[in-house]
């Protein structure tokens, strides 16, 4: 599973996570690692990054099930 997917994952089971919360969710030790992945998903239509007043930006799932002609291609090797 990559690290793309398990972000899916944790979006479905808690929307709306700060890049953080995915990060500790996740066991992920570098917050840009996160923060990297989440700015694809926006990229590609599957999430909605959100500030909320003066909090952290938010992450929210603006599609649950990938369309046929995107695929999910990890930046991680």
Do not use: W
């Not at 500790?24 to 599957?46: D, F, K």
């Amino acid at each position: 599973m990559t690290l793309l997917t398990k972000i899916l994952a944790v979006l479905i089971q808690d929307n709306g996570l700060s890049d953080r919360e995915i990060r500790e969710a996740l066991g992920v030790r570098h917050h840009s690692q996160i923060n990297q992945e989440c700015r694809l998903l926006q990229s590609r239509g599957y999430i909605v990054r959100k500030r909320d007043g003066e909090g952290p930006i938010r992450n929210f799932l603006i599609q649950l099930r990938p369309q046929p002609q995107l695929t999910l291609v990890s930046s991680q090797p």
